[in-house]
């Protein structure tokens, strides 16, 4: 396996809003409405009058700026921020964004949700050719790339520097003139314009932050697009015709909030529907259906509803437990399990979409026989950790011992699919090593 794909780097929120006149604080509400995509760090970097300003700290958004000044700090009418998921080795405050770069010729902000596939190498390179990186965060490389770029124009230099970077990425980039967003040739990670009654323009990783703030959608970010948003309005500008929409199921999944709509497709909706094609493909003798909270619930109704299931409430989340799924490390996620849900202790049978160590804490908890229909949860942490090189024993279930795991199989041709296609042998990498985990916990549970 190459060293591109050695380590998984980020999921994250990003917010920016231009030509509003308190944008810091739009943007604090925007970034809200984005917390459950990160809640490791967070940062807002605010343009008063081609002045970058900006704050950051790790955290929860409400800790980063627990003090109200630090938002009247940031003054102007232009503003992005960012909040911050990341794997572990990745978590120091040197990481958090919005990165503020400070040129001869001007400055920038830059913020980014994402991995980049061929980071590793090109951050060799780089550092080879005497840049000098001051994060480990594979976001830096981009601008690294476009001032050494030898194009004549701005716009030039971010285009090349956009198409020598691979992988599943959504930038957020301030300039003293303007906002500039761009969205990778798949479209790997969501991203929206929006547009508020004052004539601000909003860009926003889901569409439920440009509710929080009143914004109307205008249209979401195409796959190899450029987005200029200034004084005059926005415009739309491409960086390569070779693409492919090809969203990343995670996101229908389980990173985007039910309310969230991607590419017109509103996200309960889809995750309703998974559950009742699960009913339809995979039924199971069964006294009732019980979601995993939060992002199972949708699910769940979907299922008991195809399946004539009553759909009970069986395991209760401490709402003030951040996402355990995207904690660093597994050690921690297990650990947060087990702070977040309180199992009701049921001898019947327990029908649910479950992830990594909630079955051993249902199990534990005397609940009886259940199936583990929808591992994709589960299946991704296990990749993601054979990913970055930990020592996991195939033949030890990471999910305890007595239950019974029902894999989807189109969700296995999907990868094939990929796989298959032109994405470039980064993708391929990835798929094949994704693909292999699936046999592997297959033949565990066979």
């Known amino acids: 396996m190459s060293a591109e794909l050695e380590d998984i780097h980020e999921e994250c929120g990003i917010f920016g809003v231009w030509g509003h006149p308190d944008a810091a604080r739009l943007t604090y509400f925007g970034l809200h409405a984005l917390q459950h995509r990160g809640q490791e760090g967070a940062g807002i970097v605010s343009n008063d009058n081609g002045n970058l300003i900006g704050h950051r700290g790790k955290g929860l958004l409400t800790q980063v700026f627990s003090d109200e000044r630090e938002i009247q700090r940031l003054k102007g009418s232009h503003s992005i921020g960012h909040v911050r998921y990341a794997t572990a080795g990745s978590g120091g405050s040197d990481n958090i964004q919005p990165f503020i770069f400070r040129f001869h010729d001007g400055d920038m902000a830059l913020c980014h949700n994402g991995n980049l596939t061929n980071c590793p190498s090109l951050r060799r390179k780089l550092e080879d050719e005497g840049a000098i990186f001051h994060s ?18 701005f716009m030039d230099k971010l285009k090349e520097a956009l198409n020598t970077v691979h992988g599943g990425f959504a930038y957020l980039i301030m300039t003293e003139h303007a906002m500039i967003g761009a969205l990778d040739p798949n479209g790997f990670r969501p991203l929206s314009l929006g547009k508020m009654t004052n004539g601000a323009y909003v860009l926003a990783s889901e569409t439920c932050a440009l509710d929080t703030v009143g914004a109307e959608l205008v249209r979401d970010i195409r ?19 070779q693409t492919q929409l090809a969203i990343c199921s995670m996101e229908f999944i389980y990173f ?14 889809a995750r309703k529907r998974m559950g009742a094609r699960l009913a339809q493909e995979s039924p199971v003798d069964a006294d ?3 979601a995993v909270p939060n992002s199972s619930l949708s699910a769940a ?3 008991s509803e195809e399946a004539g299931l009553p759909n009970e409430m069986g395991l209760i989340k401490n709402q003030y437990v951040a996402r355990t799924f995207i904690q660093p490390t597994q050690e921690l996620r297990e650990q947060g399990v087990r702070m977040k849900l309180l199992s009701r202790e049921e001898r019947k049978t327990i029908r649910a979409f479950l992830k990594a160590p909630i079955p051993k804490y249902v199990y534990e908890h005397e609940a009886g026989r259940f199936d583990l229909m929808d591992c994709y949860e589960a299946a991704l942490a ?4 054979l990913l970055r090189g930990e020592k996991i024993n195939p033949n030890v279930s990471p999910w305890g ?23 470039g042998t980064d993708v391929n990498g990835y798929c094949d090593k994704f693909l292999k985990t699936l046999d592997v916990l297959k033949a565990h549970f066979a």
């Not at 796959?223 to 005059?232: H, K, R, T, Y």
């Not at 296990?382 to 950790?385: I, S």
């Open 288 to 290: 009732m259906v019980i």
């Open 136 to 153: 480990n965060s594979d976001t830096e490389v981009l601008m690294h790339l476009i001032r050494r770029s030898s194009k004549p124009t």
């Open 401 to 423: 011992d007595g239950q019974s795991v029902i894999f989807d199989p189109d969700y296995t041709k999907l990868l094939t699919d990929m796989q298959n296609s032109d994405l």
């Open 301 to 303: 109704s979907g299922y």
């Open 256 to 269: 985007a909030r039910p309310d969230s709509n991607i590419y017109g497709v509103n996200v309960h909706s």
């Open 223 to 241: 796959p190899g697009e450029i987005v200029v948003v200034d004084d005059n309005g926005y415009h739309i500008d491409h960086y390569t015709d």
């Open 382 to 385: 296990f990749a993601n950790g």
